[in-house]
């Protein structure tokens, strides 16, 4: 039943599938991810196999990719490549993003809420009113990255502030200024 996501022509051969270990204990995506990933044209991602609904992003290098049509809400997103990815307004809430790659993306207005991205890597990323609610920065990067009118807890807005550093290279915005750190 499991689907097998295809890499297109134009990636590199020499990018790892998901390992073994890692795919045995991934979780399904919701069907609307699924179904969000079906209407993808067949150079980004094309799905093949059976009618099965329990394909994952984990892992995947998926650098530079124009994502603003999948719908990720508890997508299973561990160690995922969204290098230089646009993410503009997408959904990931609740979602599984340990050690995600967000180097440079573009996380505008995108839903976060209640996702796990501990060790993530946001270097660069513009997160422009992104929603954050209750998710977990744990152990993350954020040198470059841009938090314009993301509402914080203050808790959390302390903890961003204690490694914050650099100005991003889109916007120009200085990370600790997006962040309104004192
Ligand atoms: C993620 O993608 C970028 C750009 O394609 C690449 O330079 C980097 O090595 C990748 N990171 C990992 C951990 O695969």
Redo the contacts with the bound molecule.
């Keep these: 039943m499991a689907l097998a996501l295809r890499r297109s022509s134009q990636e590199s051969p020499s ?2 599938p998901v390992p073994r270990h890692l795919a045995a204990g991934l979780l399904a995506v919701s069907s609307a991810a699924a179904l969000a990933l079906t209407a993808l044209p067949f150079n980004a991602l094309a799905v093949s196999g059976g009618g099965g609904v329990s394909e994952s992003l984990a892992g995947k ?1 998926l ?2 990719k124009d994502l603003r049509k999948l719908k990720l809400t508890k997508a299973n997103l561990r ?1 995922t ?1 969204f ?2 990815a646009n993410l503009e307004g997408v959904s990931l809430f609740g979602s599984l993003s340990e050690s995600a ?1 967000f ?1 440079g993306a573009n996380l505008r207005n995108a839903d976060l809420e209640s996702g796990n991205y501990e060790f993530a890597d946001f270097t660069n990323a513009v997160l422009e009113g992104a929603f954050v609610n209750n998710a977990q920065f744990v152990k993350v990067t954020i040198t470059g990255s841009d938090w314009t009118d993301v509402v914080l807890r203050k808790d959390v807005q302390k903890e961003l502030c204690a490694i914050a550093d650099g100005v991003n290279p889109t916007t120009g915005v200085s990370t600790r200024e997006s962040l309104l750190c004192p």
Excluded: E, L, P
Aim: proline share 0%.
């Design positions: 990018s790892h290098d650098t530079g160690q490549n290098t230089d790659i180097r």
